[in-house]
């Protein structure tokens, strides 16, 4: 039951298979069974969920369910949750409390989802491994000495190992996307502004963006549906009106013409990977796709960029983080600057602290032509290769990742080194596309991802191909033994 | 662009983080490393494009400036580090 898609628990909940208390429980149980190996939940919220779980019954009892109503979800712990502790993987927030809940948070809520708890994460959302959370890594299911991804690795773990129906993610510049690749599962970041960021503590303002990690592409849908639309509280959230990502999902793939860029497959992609691909691709192209080499001739310069513009933005949304009005504070500080020093200094682990510094460096007098400036021109000319690239095909079908999950520990010595994990899809987001990855087979025993790339707002047709793909696949039902 | 000790010690300062002085020279080699991984940029001739801070190039919405909000300062301040009589309290700023 478990390991069920969330379209499979809402048949199962509306035809009385189970009630949503029953499988809020089951959850619960195994959460407490193999939480403390695989260190996917920071914070576990059994009364909440119990109480939300027989709420759910309630109404639909009474006949108001929704697809999501008495489904159990776990939240990415960036997400603010009302009364319940939302630490961001920092010590900075470890008894931060929250006064309110994130507008996901509240929709997903609404929506009559049973909130099961918080999941770990790298720290403010800064890391590809999750190795950077103050309350220590999260174990990959498929191989408990690998990282699962990062920064949502804590939620993609969760979603692997059964340990959630569906889980809520952030993606920066592949967040959601390589931590999905790493553990088997569906992730999607959708267009930037597609989702309220309002409540969902800020990293990278412009780039910045939620969504579902699911076991389907299906289940992606369904979220989104209930995520995606305006909110009047983030100023960059799309006023566009709502949409049934669910409507596109059974269309043919007859004439679908698919991009495979030279820069995705080569370099430092694994050749097997590339292998796999290529089975891949013939799979969708027996269901009608057709294929073309294209070119992003820019993308290997999307690292440098992003690695100005996200930490520029971080150092100006981490200074709230001031030891004042909520968070860490240090022990008796001389004065006030000495409490701004040491409450930052202590608060903050080694990577959030490199970056802001990058990002303050950056943006210091003297250097922000040759820096901020310069990488927000390169960000133009990433997008326009996208835009060109989109003038001949109808999305971008590429690796995830470089490879599959790496071990823990393997990567974490040289900050460089794992900013290169992100090559295939930091570019998405300096140009705000909708992306998503989905498993596309096994490499000794460890999932690989498929990364696919639409333009702005053709999050229904991603889906399209994906489910399309999945009804003719069966990497994404494969589950770790845990 | 290679920092060295007072580099960082200038940046730590800007950005109000405390740096003890035992990590100072691995944090300049490793800003430094992250420096020369961005320094690629500066290859590429840009001088004809234009910069872009938003994916869109969509400007900021505005609302109707009328109060929304509703007074919580005793709920929002039940979190904070110190407070007294509804004021935050931190080290003494004027002797």
Redesign the interface.
């Known amino acids: 039951m478990l390991s069920k898609t969330v379209a499979e628990l809402a048949t199962a909940l509306a035809t009385k298979d189970v009630s949503s208390v029953e499988l809020t429980q089951a959850y619960l149980d195994r959460i407490a069974k193999l939480n403390p190996t695989l260190n996917a939940y920071v914070t576990i919220t059994p009364e909440l969920a119990l109480t939300q779980a027989a709420a759910a019954d309630a109404l639909r009892a009474a006949g108001k369910a929704t697809p999501l109503t008495g489904i159990p979800i776990a939240h990415k712990d960036i997400f603010c949750t009302r009364d319940v502790l939302t630490a961001c993987g920092s010590r900075m927030l470890a008894?931060?409390?929250s006064?309110y809940d994130a507008c996901v948070v509240e929709r997903l809520q609404a929506a009559g989802a049973v909130m099961l708890g918080k999941t770990n994460m790298d720290e403010f959302a800064m890391g590809s491994s999750n190795e950077t959370s103050h309350f220590g890594p999260v174990h990959n299911p498929w191989d408990q000495a690998r990282v699962p991804g990062g920064s949502s690795g804590g939620s993609a773990a969760a979603v692997a190992a059964d340990l959630c129906a569906m889980a809520t993610g952030t993606d920066t510049g592949g967040s959601i996307r390589q931590p999905a690749s790493f553990c088997g599962i569906t992730g999607l970041k959708p267009t930037?502004?597609r989702v309220s960021r309002w409540g969902m503590i800020a990293f990278a303002s412009?780039l910045d963006q939620a969504g579902p990690l699911t076991k389907s592409a299906e289940d992606a849908a369904l979220i989104l549906n209930v995520i995606a639309g305006a909110d009047?509280r983030d100023?960059?959230c799309l006023?566009i009106p709502a949409e049934d990502f669910t409507a596109q999902l059974n269309q043919p793939l007859t004439g679908l013409r698919i991009g495979l860029p030279r820069e995705h497959f080569s370099g430092g992609l694994s050749g097997k990977v590339q292998e796999i691909l290529q089975l891949a691709i013939k799979k969708l192209e027996s269901l009608g796709a057709t294929f073309k080499d294209i070119d992003l001739p820019?993308n290997?310069?999307s690292?440098?960029?992003y690695?100005?513009i996200a930490p520029a933005e971080a150092?100006a949304n981490l200074?709230r983080f001031?030891?004042?009005?909520?968070g860490y504070?240090c022990e008796n500080?001389?004065?006030?600057?000495?409490?701004?020093?040491?409450s930052?200094?202590?608060g903050?682990g080694d990577e959030v602290?490199?970056r802001?510094?990058?990002g303050?460096?950056a943006l210091?007098a003297g250097y922000y032509d040759?820096?901020y400036?310069?990488?927000?021109?390169?960000?133009?000319?990433i997008?326009d290769d996208f835009d060109t690239a989109f003038k001949d095909v109808d999305l971008i079908l590429g690796p995830t990742s470089p490879h599959t999950a790496f071990k823990l520990g393997e990567k974490n010595s040289?900050?460089?080194t794992m900013?290169l994990e992100d090559i295939y899809t930091i570019a998405v987001n300096?140009?705000?596309?909708p992306g998503m990855s989905l498993p596309a087979g096994m490499l000794d025993g460890l999932p690989i991802g498929m990364q696919l790339v639409g333009p702005?707002l053709s999050e229904s047709r991603l889906l399209n191909v994906a489910h399309q793909f999945q009804l003719h696949t069966d990497w994404h039902t494969q589950r770790p033994e845990v | 662009m290679a920092l060295d000790n007072t580099d960082v010690e200038k940046i730590a300062h800007l950005a109000r983080l405390q740096i003890s002085a035992s990590d100072t020279l691995e944090v300049a080699q490793r800003i430094t490393n992250i420096l020369d991984m961005i320094d690629q940029m500066q290859g590429v001739d840009t001088s004809q494009v234009a910069p872009m801070a938003h994916p869109f190039d969509a400007s900021q919405r505005l609302r109707p400036d009328v109060v929304t909000e509703t007074d919580q300062r005793d709920y929002l301040q039940k979190i904070a580090p110190a407070t007294q009589d509804g004021l935050y309290l931190v080290p003494k700023v004027i002797e």
């Not at chain 1, 400036?373 to 000319?381: D, E, G, N, T, V």
Request: no cysteine; net charge positive.
């Open positions: 008894n931060f409390i006064p930037y502004g412009s009047a100023s960059t006023d820019n290997h310069l690292v440098p960029a690695y100005v150092s200074s001031d030891g004042a009005r909520f504070r500080p001389a004065n006030l600057e000495d409490m701004y020093k040491r930052r200094g202590e903050f602290k490199r802001i510094m990058v303050t460096y210091s040759a820096y400036k310069k990488a927000q021109k390169i960000r133009r000319l997008k040289d900050p460089v900013y300096l140009a705000g596309l702005a």
